[in-house]
């Protein structure tokens, strides 16, 4: 190898999954070390929330919004609604955003309903980026 060739991670993770799809060598070593993240990854909540420091998903998509106007405008959070847990004693919240006259829809639903909106904004995030992009390189290009 010289000194020109980019190391590679010391192990194969091409083993099939979908989840690798689009995904450099590099982006799946990051994400394996907790560098970095899928764009839905729920582990941004947990162990991986150090990357969330800077921007949240909600806060992405404002930028977006703000960066590129012509379809920043069409973004719409188009429905948000609570209903009760099947025990009864809890509240869970649904959140829908999307990109009006798209079939570009991020959902959600959870007990907290902060996170909830996050993960539906996730979810859209990863609907409007292509396969390979990682939660750091959005961050950087937003």
């Given at each position: ?15 099939g999954?979908?989840?690798?799809q689009?995904y450099?060598?590099?982006d799946?070593?990051a ?8 764009i839905?990854d ?12 800077s ?6 998509l404002?930028q977006?919004?703000a ?5 920043g ?7 948000a ?5 099947p ?10 955003i ?17 996170r ?12 409007i ?13 937003l």
């Open positions: 190898m010289t000194s020109e060739e980019p190391s590679k991670p010391p192990f194969d993770m091409t083993f999954s979908s989840f690798h689009g450099t060598d590099e799946l070593f994400i394996q070390q907790g560098t970095d993240a899928e839905d729920l582990e941004l909540f947990a162990s991986k929330k150090h990357l969330m420091a921007s949240t998903p909600q806060s992405l404002n977006l919004s960066k590129w106007p012509q379809v405008h069409l973004i719409k959070p188009l429905q609604w609570e209903t009760k847990a025990d009864g004693k809890r509240s869970l919240w649904h959140f829908k999307g990109i009006e006259g798209t079939q570009l829809i991020g959902y959600a639903s959870d007990f907290n309903k902060t909830a909106k996050h993960i539906c904004a996730m979810k859209l995030l990863k609907k980026f292509c396969d390979g992009f990682t939660w750091n390189r959005v961050v950087e290009l």
